[in-house]
């Protein structure tokens, strides 16, 4: 054929492709009465053009390193996704699994599920995570740039967002950040339908998107998103600027159902038969449901290919480099051997000691001995790094046009900073740990978690843990944060009591398969371990840290972190005061504890009358401490005031522990 | 004098009294050896333009309803309004309590605390709260302007906003609602000092803050801080305009400490005694620490007056209005005698029929009830109206110019939504219920937070409260969050399970001092209650449900939602398969559970083994049902399928909860 009539094969084919995403998203909707039609049908175009002409994808090997990165930030369009999954062959995705779109056992999950399918880089579905995970992504791959160069790591992160995702703020600190470290090999398709599930989005904005995102930094361009050639020349541009692009598509919801297209009717819900078979004659779609014309599916499959291509290049570029081993290493995620024996040295020598400092200090003093032994580590926190101590000597700074530090100034931007810890995760190369006060885990709730659902290796610091802060009042004390993140499946919260047990917890988080939580205190703690051990007491999550002359026990105090040392001092002050015999259990992984065999539980808990101590509040402490129990700590929000003024005016005292216990043991006080 | 001296004498004067802020934060902050001082120093000027050229506040009433709100969003410089409210005479701020800054029982905490002096009129201090919450009062006014007309409701909100405020995501969702509904009364004064915590704000962010307003449909002013004439001259313009409006102030934090200004330094600790004689002497100020020369006294003294005046001439209108009843109708905040009348007959038309709704359906049609009898109610939904359910015929929406409905689309924005909430219900007028998925209460965790520690009568109506949402899987199932909820101090969290229950939490919650949740099912469910109570059975937050014939229970079953119905059918098969005798116990919220005197909580609980059914995690429930109970609910994240398929998957079912009976009761299943 001549050139000009090739070309217009070519370019009804990439029509056609588009279709088979329109027909693949309106018929499995259909079939599972349920799930999202519009937005698929509506960036079909946008998201066939980025695949066919740009993505570097490898469905034979989906975790390719140099991969390009594709975000599908509305992650309700889910079905935009396994389309394309099952179109360039993903092995796993199916035409049955197709079928099985939201049902049981299926890979097809409602929203994209990080897991549940090869090629899923993320979770999406809570509007904006994607985006600002994106970012993390885009950050990971400036850092392994400027370490490994661009002969091996030379990719881009794509993102598919909508309204809602603009709409959330945490949308805001993530352009904020991508625009002002200049992560140009991020490129935002925005897909500017103008509906929303209430109706026209003009019900409830008038922003401006394009004049904010240059107001962030980023390079904008704006296209008609059914227009092919156009988005094609928009990201070719976007992919040569020095900024992050945001591409604004300006599309029809549900494209192609003649009757319906453009109305929020598409949006969540199939759209009938009858609809579906008028799209049909309006697409001139003639296959029956999931059947795909053999040259659409030769189309989709010239992207694997023209991916593998690409993949076995860049193998061939990693053979060949000389940093080879040092890539592979950082990769493979694994900490150097002489990791626990350096934090086993560390402990050694603080055991015992007379030290007392805040745990968050002694966080501090591990990082020391973390960031010296091992690369991976990336530390940052929300603007609080000296409150925080998160940063150690030479880590080096990340910022603009400067990649090759390890610590990342995320600003004032918990939720931003946990969805781009999630993205640096996810990326691979490194494990990011980010600080911020305890009480603003709030904020960055909706990023913690997606940690914790996708069980990624990201470390939240949460320092100044309860009123211990003090003065700054109760807006700035956590209460029920401890709570809220214990009730988190999948997520270790460790509150360690002193140095010993805050080395332990970074061992035992770092070695996590998922996410962790570090709760420290602001004030200072004195050292409570007084022997060292080889092995770690806070693996089991509970021990006992003093047991009673003779192990009979006349009642246990459980408590976690700073109130440990209370708990201690009344096991004093009971047996010199009252001879009354009892125990102290150090509580600092509840988590972990659960795991262990319930004989190790029922020994550690022991059977005399236990009373716990924790400035949180109540909610989960009477598994532990059963009918009988007391519970010492808070029962409302804090107050603004001195730590130790505080910790008398809420009773969270030595001398109300030893009441309890007197009471519980059935002597007067 | 001549007028040019008698300007020059005013203008002398507003500096000292400028500067008498300086000098209160400061020798405040040194006292209580805690605290900012570098934000009261650095907008010192621009707050003293504020109040002294603008704002109307009467000291001696200073709830009066149409005084302007003053909210300062950077919460940590508190020192800024209890020097303010000391030197206009607010009758609580006494000179002793500004020497007992941040100490236990002062008025004068950390961050200004609503409630804990007069005159607060939000808590802030978690950043980005101030602003989104004035946003809320600015809505407010606005509706209560539409409602009473300019001769009752004039007045604005200002708002004093510092660099973290803006870095928040929350600020994005604020400012983009201001901006759609033209919120011509809302003016924000930007503290740009250029400096956070960790350093220049150039560490984390570039962002074009003007352009960014603008995008979001503000009028923007810069200013240089200092300048006063400038300021008052922006102001001036800014109340003016037809849209809300941003007066950018280019500020040097600590202004006045010669040798720390413009550092990170003067942020967030006290100056120290030497850098605070330097800054008298730059200063001029010669008076002791918490002295106040008679001239700035008199000046202070001044705003008050014209406050008073002002107030005055307002009563006056009020007086003369033929809406007076009305509109104190509205601001009392008092529910006509005849809701409880109505919605006895609304659950008397429902109990005992066979009807099988959601109790999201069954609490459109108790807000059927309610927003047609009492005009207070104002409700809204994060861009999820007809999956919450909460519009009911006739509300009428708001929008830019139209502020006499009752209903707010707050766009997909749940932490704005909550802040916007509590804005309007401390303004006072209304009383603001706003939905969304219960899983995304995560992102508005801040406000809800805020809800509670100033316990505002916001009601957060939470739909899809579980796996029973079926198919759009785990990233929209809260697992966790009805236990981050319960742990919430001040928060009453109901999770009714029919539609007279749905109708007496909903009564409740309206009759409630503080906020609640109501948490609410999208699944169909039976009709449970089956005889007509004039009393509120909900209301004491747990109650026999069933009770077995004879009293003498063999087991007792606690549930609550969607999972009452397990219990129930589990109870009747307990009955008629095993002649086993289990008690139903329905808890609709917990918190009025507690507050329960002790016999009727023993009583309801009985002695026979309990078994706890919830779809939802375990954290708190081992508190009611013992160390011998057992509990049938979720262990990990959910999964994406049918509801039915999910409830037998988790095993959350009758079968489940039969077999742990047969167990607890001793008997082989």
Not at 7 to 30: F, N, S, T, W, Y
Not at 198 to 207: A, E, K, N, R, V
Not at 229 to 256: F, Y
Not at 423 to 429: E, K, M, R, S
């Amino acid at each position: 054929m001549p050139i000009a009539e090739t070309k217009d094969a070519d370019d009804r084919l990439e029509q056609r492709m588009a279709d088979a995403i329109r027909a693949l998203a309106m018929d499995a909707v259909q079939k599972a009465n349920s799930g999202h039609p519009g937005m698929p049908m509506g960036m079909a175009d946008v998201a066939t053009v980025l695949f066919n002409r740009f993505l570097r994808v490898d469905p034979s090997q989906p975790a390719w390193p140099d991969r390009d990165r594709f975000v599908l930030s509305a992650g309700h369009g889910s079905m935009l996704l396994y389309s394309i999954h099952h179109l360039v062959g993903f092995p796993d995705m199916t035409m049955d699994e197709l079928k099985r779109f939201r049902q049981l056992g299926s890979r097809t999950a409602g929203h994209p599920e990080y897991g549940h399918a090869l090629g899923i880089e993320t979770t999406t579905g809570p509007l904006g995570q994607g985006i600002a995970t994106a970012v993390g992504m885009a950050i990971a791959e400036r850092m392994m740039a400027a370490r490994f160069g661009k002969r091996l790591v030379d990719h881009f992160t794509y993102v598919i967002a909508g309204d809602g995702c603009l709409q959330e703020g945490i949308s805001h600190e993530a352009i904020d950040l991508a625009g002002h470290l200049g992560l140009h090999r991020l490129i935002v398709l925005w897909d500017d339908n103008r509906i929303s599930i209430d109706g026209p989005t003009s019900l409830s904005t008038s922003m401006n998107q394009v004049a904010r995102f240059r107001a962030a930094g980023w390079d904008v361009r704006s296209v008609d998103g059914h227009d092919r050639a156009a988005v094609a020349a928009a990201i070719e541009a976007a992919r040569k600027t020095s900024k992050p692009s945001l591409v604004a598509c300006r599309t029809t919801i549900g494209k192609g159902a003649p009757n319906m297209q453009g109305s929020e009717k598409t949006h969540g819900a199939p759209l009938g038969d009858k609809e579906i078979e008028a799209a049909r004659t309006a697409l001139g779609w003639t296959s029956p449901p999931f059947e795909i014309p053999a040259d659409v599916a030769a189309g989709w499959g010239r992207v694997a290919a023209r991916g593998a291509v690409a993949r076995r290049m860049w193998e061939e570029r990693l053979a060949s480099s000389s940093r080879r081993k040092a890539f592979e290493a950082v990769l493979s995620g694994k900490l150097p051997p002489s990791l626990p024996r350096r934090l086993a040295a560390f402990r050694k020598e603080h055991v015992g000691k007379a030290t007392k400092v805040a745990t968050r200090k002694s966080s501090e003093m591990v990082l020391g001995v973390i960031n010296a032994t091992t690369p991976l580590t990336v530390g940052g926190s929300a603007d609080l790094t000296h409150s925080n101590l998160t940063v150690t000597p030479g880590l080096g700074s990340i910022g603009p046009g400067a990649f090759k530090g390890r610590y990342i100034h995320y600003g004032i931007r918990e939720h931003g900073m946990g969805a781009a810890m999630n993205g640096i995760a996810l990326h691979g190369g490194f494990i990011p740990y980010g600080g911020t006060f305890l009480v603003f885990s709030d904020y960055a709730r909706g990023a913690i978690r997606l940690s914790a659902l996708m069980e990624q290796r990201v470390i939240y610091v949460l320092t100044h843990d309860s009123i211990g802060l003090g003065e700054d009042g109760p807006t700035h004390q956590p209460v029920e944060h401890l709570a809220m993140l214990r009730a988190t499946p999948n997520l270790r919260v460790f509150r360690p009591a002193d140095i010993a047990e805050t080395a332990e917890c970074w061992e035992l988080a770092l070695a996590a398969d998922g996410p962790s939580v570090l709760v420290l205190s602001r004030q200072a703690l004195a050292m409570l371990r007084t022997s060292h051990s080889r092995s770690l007491p806070a693996a089991r999550g509970a021990y006992v840290l003093r047991e009673v002359a003779g192990g009979r026990r006349q009642v246990t105090l459980l408590a976690t972190g700073s109130e440990v040392e209370i708990a201690v001092q009344a096991a004093e002050l009971l047996a010199s005061r009252y001879r009354l015999a009892a125990a102290v259990v150090s509580m600092p992984c509840w988590e972990l504890f659960e795991d262990q065999p319930e004989e190790y539980r029922r020994a550690v808990l022991g059977t005399a009358p236990r009373i716990a101590v924790e400035a949180a509040a109540r909610l989960g402490w009477d598994r532990w401490i059963g009918e009988n129990g007391a519970f010492v700590g808070m029962t409302g929000f804090g107050a603004s005031a001195p730590a130790p003024d505080l910790y008398a005016h809420f009773g969270i005292d030595t001398a109300h522990v030893v009441d309890h216990a007197l009471r519980l043991a059935e002597r007067a006080p």
